[in-house]
């Protein structure tokens, strides 16, 4: 005999799956240990995220209420103790922990080691002002360093497209989750620099969660942006928290859609601008040109003959003024000489000769003075007004 089937309709499933999780008195009245992640806070007051630990996840809300009366704001790595109850969210299928309340138990493992890398790389100056390199403002190429496929790659292509098409994009394959992601993103940072084929260095991956982004709070990554001689803009798809990688990039974009608009500019507005340089530098030349053509209109034409005889007039005032300068100098040159002339001819010894004296000189031509110079037939020289006279002492 054939069993009858019985067929049931999926709400009926998920309906007669909550009765028997609504039914068990240890699911309504229950305390979970878990990290958070995955936090998020609708505009609704109502707050959803995922509690795991080292083997499983667990899906959970907490609506507005409940979540009015926590004394501490939620973040992913935090690690709490919720209370509450487990039931089957009919709509999705999936059953869930709702929670009433929740207490801290200390930081996750993940949140304290960010918190001590964070400070070990501040304390070294990897996040200071002074090492951020300014981004290009027009760049030849910009380099991409993400997954190839994925929402991040698309988004950051299409947005350059769009704003500055006529930059290149060059794109290197990286991890960007998982084991060996933080070797992969590395390599890419060291690729770019060695090679020196991009203006511009894009770093980054669409949202997740804190395990999922955690490649980007590795301190290899950190140290490979830090070493950049290319301008890097980190662009982790997560608006509110921060990456390492954020920190010590030269430029943090929220989302990939964002770093793409921060490397390039608005080609519509490039153009925009170059209309009004070209309309202010036409006005400017136009201005000069007229005013030139009012100084030349203002110049009466002239004779060349004119020029000439004014400047040769000019030519014959200077001839007569050295002339009269020279005459000067010379008249007062033959002033000095005659006044010279005549101190001396009163100093001359032969001066003195024409009114009678005499000079002795001896042999050698020394003046005789005194009248112990003189000796007993010793030849000398008496000068008088007109020459020598021979003489011997008797």
């Known amino acids: 005999m054939e069993e009858e089937r019985v067929i049931g309709t999926v ?28 936090y998020k806070r609708h505009s609704s007051g109502h707050i959803y995220l995922t509690l795991k630990d080292e083997g499983s996840v667990l899906k959970a809300v907490m609506f507005r209420g409940a979540a009015q009366a926590l004394d501490f704001e939620p ?12 039931s089957v969210y ?32 501040s304390e070294e100056g990897l996040f200071d002002e002074q090492f951020k390199k300014p981004i290009p403002k027009f ?8 997954a190839p496929t994925g929402a991040a790659v698309r988004d950051i292509i299409n947005v350059i497209t769009r704003r500055y098409p006529m930059a290149e994009i060059l794109i ?6 998982g084991v060996g992601a933080k070797e992969s993103i590395v390599s890419a940072i060291e690729y770019f620099n060695a090679t020196k084929s991009c203006d ?39 608006e509110t928290d921060f990456t390492i990688a954020d920190f010590v990039a030269d430029f943090r974009a929220p989302t990939p859609s964002a770093a793409a608009e921060v490397s390039v500019p608005a080609s519509d507005e490039l153009y925009r601008l170059l209309d009004i340089y070209k ?21 009466t034409p002239r004779n060349p003959q004119d020029k000439i005889n004014e400047l040769s007039q000019k030519l014959d005032m200077r001839i007569q003024t050295l002339e009269q300068v020279y005459k000067l100098n010379v008249n007062e040159k033959k002033r000095k000489i005659a006044e010279f002339c005549a101190k001396l001819d009163a100093l001359s010894p032969l001066k003195t000769l024409t ?4 000079i002795a000189i001896g042999d050698n031509g020394t003046v005789l003075r005194e009248k112990e110079d003189f000796a007993k037939n010793m030849e000398f020289k008496l000068r008088v007004r007109n020459g020598d006279v021979d003489c011997i002492v008797k």
């Open 172 to 177: 290197y394959p990286t991890l960007v989750q």
């Open 355 to 358: 009114r009678g004296y005499s």
């Open 200 to 238: 511009t260095l894009i770093v980054g991956r669409g949202g997740g969660s804190i395990e999922d982004l955690w490649a980007f709070n590795e301190e290899c990554v950190a140290r490979a942006i830090f070493a950049s001689e290319i301008p890097i803009i980190s662009a982790v798809g997560h």
């Open 139 to 146: 760049p030849k190429t910009i380099g991409v360093a993400t």
């Open 11 to 38: 709400s009926r499933v998920n309906n007669y799956i909550k009765r028997l999780l609504d039914s068990k008195p240890v699911l309504n009245n229950i305390w979970v240990k878990g990290e958070i992640s995955n």
């Open 90 to 121: 009919e709509a999705g299928g999936s059953y869930q922990l709702y929670i009433e309340d929740m207490t801290l138990d200390g930081i996750g493992d993940l949140y304290r080691e960010f918190e001590k890398l964070k400070a070990k790389l």
């Open 75 to 86: 973040t992913d790595g935090t690690m709490v103790i919720a209370h509450g109850r487990i």
């Open 279 to 299: 309309v202010r530098m036409n006005k400017s030349v136009n201005t000069k040109i007229d005013g030139y053509r009012r100084m030349l209109s203002r110049l």
